[in-house]
């Protein structure tokens, strides 16, 4: 986060400007802090499965009278609940020092419920990164392409606002900006129109996700090869 404000305070600071796209340092530094936030609290799942389907343990989860994407909804979300809210008490701490005083009650408020849109989404993704692995085993390389997809086109490393029209276009025709974008900028600048157009576009890739998502597990199902004992 310190070199985050540094990048931005010399950014600011050459265009001599207080504002950029309507977003004021002080707004920077709390965003780059709920969009970590969230990066740092997303379920990494499909290293589970995909460590799970090299051990052989997923035959035995499998077997269990529970559904296979619920027991890792579960246990994922438990450990998203402690790593984010750890870091948005220290994180908060840090960007206070460093901005001022935090977004007011309204921001909060949008980025905890798109926040959880957000999450789930995330879920929905690495889950089925992790399918992959009851084919191909290793889903490294589809984890990391992924990610760099939500830090450019869902608004990590910049706020979509300060991209050109046509690729904020083509952004928001895509998933990215309502797993990361639409908490960290809600946060910072809470609009209700903004809110609302956010917390569609999540519903709307949910239901997209958990279909897809569905169809995938019962596929996968068919073709996984277990390996251990």
Not at 115 to 136: D, R, T
């Given at each position: 986060m310190?070199?985050?404000?540094?990048?931005?305070?010399?950014?600011?600071?050459?265009?001599?400007?207080?504002?950029?796209?309507?977003?004021?340092?002080?707004?920077?530094?709390?965003?780059?802090?709920?969009?970590?936030?969230?990066?740092?609290?997303?379920?990494?799942?499909?290293?589970?499965?995909?460590?799970?389907?090299?051990?052989?343990?997923?035959?035995?989860?499998l077997?269990?009278?529970?559904?296979?994407i619920?027991?890792?909804?579960?246990?994922?979300?438990?450990?998203?609940?402690?790593?984010?809210?750890?870091?948005?008490?220290?994180?908060?701490?840090?960007?206070?020092i460093?901005?001022?005083?935090?977004?007011?009650?309204?921001?909060?408020?949008?980025?905890?419920?798109?926040?959880?849109?957000?999450?789930?989404?995330?879920?929905?993704?690495?889950?089925?990164?992790?399918?992959?692995?009851?084919?191909?085993?290793?889903?490294?390389?589809?984890?990391?392409?992924y990610?760099?997809?939500?830090?450019?086109?869902?608004?990590?490393?910049f706020?979509?606002?300060?991209?050109?029209?046509?690729?904020?276009?083509?952004?928001?025709?895509?998933?990215?900006?309502?797993?990361?974008?639409?908490?960290?900028r809600?946060?910072?600048?809470p609009?209700?129109?903004?809110?609302?157009?956010?917390?569609?576009?999540?519903?709307?890739?949910?239901?997209?996700?958990?279909?897809?998502?569905?169809?995938?597990?019962?596929?996968?199902?068919?073709?996984?090869?277990?390996?251990?004992?």
């Amino acid at each position: 986060m310190f070199i985050f404000a540094g990048l931005w305070g010399t950014t600011f600071a050459i265009s001599n400007t207080d504002a950029i796209n309507g977003l004021t340092l002080p707004n920077m530094i709390w965003y780059f802090m709920m969009a970590e936030t969230l990066e740092l609290g997303k379920p990494r799942i499909n290293r589970t499965i995909s460590e799970q389907v090299k051990n052989g343990e997923v035959a035995y989860i499998l077997n269990k009278p529970y559904n296979f994407i619920l027991y890792h909804f579960s246990a994922g979300l438990g450990d998203g609940i402690v790593r984010m809210t750890l870091n948005v008490i220290v994180g908060s701490i840090v960007a206070w020092i460093l901005a001022g005083a935090p977004p007011a009650p309204l921001g909060w408020l949008m980025a905890f419920v798109t926040l959880i849109g957000a999450w789930i989404l995330h879920f929905c993704v690495m889950a089925l990164i992790g399918l992959a692995a009851f084919v191909v085993e290793e889903t490294n390389s589809f984890e990391l392409i992924y990610q760099k997809l939500v830090f450019i086109l869902g608004g990590f490393l910049f706020p979509l606002d300060m991209f050109p029209t046509w690729l904020q276009k083509i952004a928001y025709a895509l998933p990215f900006p309502y797993m990361m974008y639409a908490p960290a900028r809600l946060f910072v600048k809470p609009e209700v129109d903004l809110f609302w157009q956010m917390l569609g576009g999540q519903v709307v890739w949910v239901i997209v996700f958990v279909l897809v998502l569905s169809l995938v597990y019962r596929r996968s199902e068919k073709l996984l090869t277990v390996n251990g004992g």
